[in-house]
């Protein structure tokens, strides 16, 4: 069965600290792969996403994502975190024909100021 | 301008009761889902609607009953409630079925079945 895993489920980094969060999916055809970012009290939106072109995708925010087939991972990096990123972190993957979003676990950010 | 909005935001009851959710989005989409967020944060979809039809239907028990009067709602009527469903649920609608959609998604609907 399709899956996807999100290693660390929680990150304590402190302001200015460079982040990346891991996301691996289990599924060897064509993918398409988001990051959803849940804030304190809203709603989950879309963070970024690819379907196709170039592996390095930027979203909002200054967050980016790389796309690696070989390694069926699509992690996500800031080079430098803010108090305002803390936030539920979840990565998605849509395989093949299938309709469906599998989802990760998420990662719960905490930056301290 | 609330894009995707569910009622109730929180929701506690008896086991046995019935009791339903409901969702509306005024994006102009086509395609709307019920995922349910478990205990370990994991959302799994348990249907989804085009159109009115339906399209995905997960394994979820009949006690669940989704039901789409129009494109801009999708309700979630629950039977016979059980402790096991406590969880949140989570309304979200897309422009189309298309898998690089991006889906919107409310504010989500604690449920605490007693």
């Known amino acids: 069965a399709q899956s996807v895993s999100q290693h660390n489920h929680h990150v304590i980094l402190s302001e200015a600290a460079s982040l990346e969060l891991g996301c691996n999916y289990s599924?060897?055809?064509?993918?398409?792969l988001f990051w959803y970012v849940q804030y304190p009290g809203q709603h989950l939106q879309l963070l970024l996403k690819?379907?196709?072109?170039d592996p390095l995708v930027k979203g909002i925010k200054g967050f980016e994502a790389e796309f690696i087939k070989s390694k069926f991972s699509f992690n996500l990096r800031k080079p430098s975190v803010q108090w305002s990123d803390t936030a539920e972190y979840f990565c998605?993957?849509?395989?093949?024909?299938?309709?469906?979003?599998?989802w990760g676990a998420g990662t719960k950010l905490i930056i301290k100021p | 301008d609330t894009a995707v909005s569910q009622t109730p935001k929180y929701l506690v009851t008896q086991m046995g009761n019935d009791k339903s959710i409901k969702c509306e989005q005024n994006?102009?989409?086509?395609?709307m889902y019920w995922y349910k967020q478990d205990s370990k944060k994991f959302l799994k979809i348990m249907f989804s609607?085009?159109?009115?039809?339906?399209?995905i239907n997960e394994t979820v028990p009949n006690r669940f009953s989704p039901k789409s009067p129009d494109k801009a709602h999708l309700n979630l009527h629950i039977n016979s409630l059980e402790l096991g469903d406590s969880a949140v649920y989570f309304c979200?609608?897309?422009?189309?079925?298309?898998?690089?959609?991006?889906?919107?998604f409310g504010p989500g609907t604690r449920l605490t079945v007693l």
């Open positions: 690819y379907f196709s072109g």
């Open positions: 609607y085009n159109n009115k039809e339906l399209i």
């Open positions: 994006l102009g989409h086509d395609t």
């Open positions: 599924y060897g055809g064509t993918v398409n």
């Open positions: 979200a609608s897309s422009h189309g079925l298309a898998g690089n959609n991006e889906q919107f």
């Open positions: 998605a993957v849509n395989a093949g024909s299938n309709y469906q979003l599998i």
